[in-house]
């Protein structure tokens, strides 16, 4: 008997609505069984772990960053070195400049200052700023494993090789900028040289 179909024991139970109650009751039961079976059977469901999909500590970085760094380095160190389209423009502006203040007239030497010095120490310092740049991208390439979580699979030899190419065009470009806005590699003519 159907504990949900309640008869009164005075009027006689409906052999119909009995019959269908219990077939509904049957119906209901063998649903709910096979969906605890269903659950209990999954494989997948008794493998997932929902602590793995927030882990994020066990993805290791794929070393892009320091590959690209270390090729962006050596590039700025050789553009330190050759020059850069930036410092001709600069020294360009810097002539024009000159001209423009020594039109109305002026010494040789407040001529020669003007028009090339000023222009030999803003290439120089362009310059400068390209290597200063290559060597802090190179020794970040070089430096950036030691911070940070220690990977499995150490940094490819050719990333270090390239970041420290970088580091050494840097540093060669620094000082050559450097020696080239001090006049030491070449002193500004004199005015009485250019008589």
Known sequence: M?????????????????????????????????????????????????????????????????AAASVVAAGLGVVALSGSWTGKVAAERETLIGQIKTSGGGTAAQQISEIYGDAWHSTALVNGLFALLALLV????????????????????????VATAGIVLGALGLLLSAAMYFDLIVALPSATAAQ
């Open 138 to 161: 190179g020794v970040f390439a070089l430096v950036r494993p030691a911070f940070g979580a220690p990977s499995a699979h150490p940094q490819p030899g050719w990333v270090r090789a």
């Open 2 to 66: 159907n504990p949900r179909t309640t008869t009164s024991p005075t009027v006689p139970a409906d052999p119909e609505a009995t019959a269908a109650a219990e077939a509904s009751d049957a119906e209901e039961t063998a649903t709910e069984k096979a969906a605890t079976e269903d659950a209990s059977d999954d494989p997948d469901l008794d493998d997932l772990d929902l602590d793995d999909l927030d882990d994020d500590s066990s993805k290791e970085s794929s070393g892009l960053g320091a």
